[in-house]
């Protein structure tokens, strides 16, 4: 199945892009209909790696999380989180940055963190906007004669610095730009004065029990990618609630029997194992059909033990 480029769903209207970080929450959200993902390295550092995010994921722990990802998992493009770039070394970049867009990166997202600063470190340190903006480049020519795309944002707390970064990043070739101190309708609608052109909204929130901004005012401003996290909590939630009714009940009856509102039940109500969800998807069920019978093998089929 190919998996089509970023440019084509952005092509059918704005696209919510939620958090993913692994095979299942890759999975999830297509299955949640989404068109697009993004790829949190922040995420992907605290679920898969354990460890708090500051920033110093490397490019061959990603690399080799997309690909896996791509190739064999996710039918929707991934947007990669490459942050830093995954070195503040210029010389370095260009080659670990094509080494994401070779393993399938339908987008890559810069920002202007150093390399070593992540959402859980206690400082926030950026680059200056001219090394953002080499940066950018570097990732433009890393991506030339692909269909990957090169988006970035600024995490300078200063909305206007924040938007003379985003500029920069722009006139540097990035597609998309956006900024992590955006998030009322108010703070969307002075960065759309600035920024002209599609732009992207660094991430969906809420205050006193409402969206601080709508996806709709969104894309009525030229926000045509939106991304919205929620799965690493929903993954904890969920481990934590069959955890707490199965370690009370000491059996696996609440876990077992949950159809997911319906959604694990066959036409004639009958359950089905969850498992199907993950399991038939892609190459590997069509493999292991065709190469499951090796009775035409004779006794070659099996390897002989060797003679004592």
């Not at 949640?32 to 722990?61: H, I, M, N, Q």
């Not at 010389?91 to 859980?120: N, Q, T, W």
């Not at 052109?197 to 969104?218: F, I, Q, R």
């Not at 929620?230 to 955890?243: H, I, N, R, S, V």
Request: with cysteine; net charge negative.
């Amino acid at each position: 199945m190919k998996i089509p480029t970023l440019q084509s769903v952005l092509a059918e209207g704005q696209m919510l892009a939620p958090d993913t970080f692994d095979g299942i929450s890759t999975r999830a959200a297509e299955h949640l209909g989404c068109k697009c993902a993004l790829l949190s390295a922040s995420a992907l550092t605290r679920t898969v790696y354990g460890t708090p995010d500051e920033g110093t994921l490397g490019v061959s722990d990603m690399v080799w999380s997309l690909s896996r990802f791509v190739e064999d998992n996710c039918g929707i493009p991934l947007v990669v989180e490459v942050r830093s770039g995954f070195s503040d070394n210029l010389r370095i970049m260009p080659y670990d940055l094509e080494r994401v867009v070779k393993a399938g990166a339908a987008a890559m997202l810069l920002d202007d963190r150093i390399f070593g600063c992540g959402s859980d470190s206690a400082e926030l340190t950026l680059v200056s906007k001219e090394v953002f903006a080499k940066k950018v480049a570097i990732a433009v020519e890393a991506a030339s004669n692909t269909d990957c795309m090169v988006l970035a944002r600024s995490f300078s707390p200063d909305a206007k610095d924040a938007a003379e970064r985003c500029k920069a990043a722009k006139d540097a070739g990035a597609e998309m730009v956006g900024a992590v101190c955006m998030h009322t309708e108010e703070d969307a609608v002075w960065f759309a004065q600035e920024i002209s052109g599609p732009k992207l909204w660094s991430d969906l929130t809420a205050k006193d029990g409402a969206a601080e901004v709508t996806a709709e005012k969104l894309d009525e401003l030229g926000y045509k990618l939106v991304f919205i996290t929620f799965m690493e909590k929903g993954a904890w939630y969920g481990d934590m609630d069959y955890g707490e009714k199965n370690w009370k009940n000491r059996n696996t009856v609440y876990a077992d029997l949950d159809d997911f509102d319906g959604y694990l039940r066959n036409e004639d109500g009958s359950l089905r194992d969850y498992h199907y969800i993950f399991s038939y998807w892609k190459k590997w069920m069509p493999l292991e059909k065709r190469f499951e019978d090796l009775g035409e093998l004779g006794e070659d089929a099996y390897q002989k033990e060797a003679a004592k």
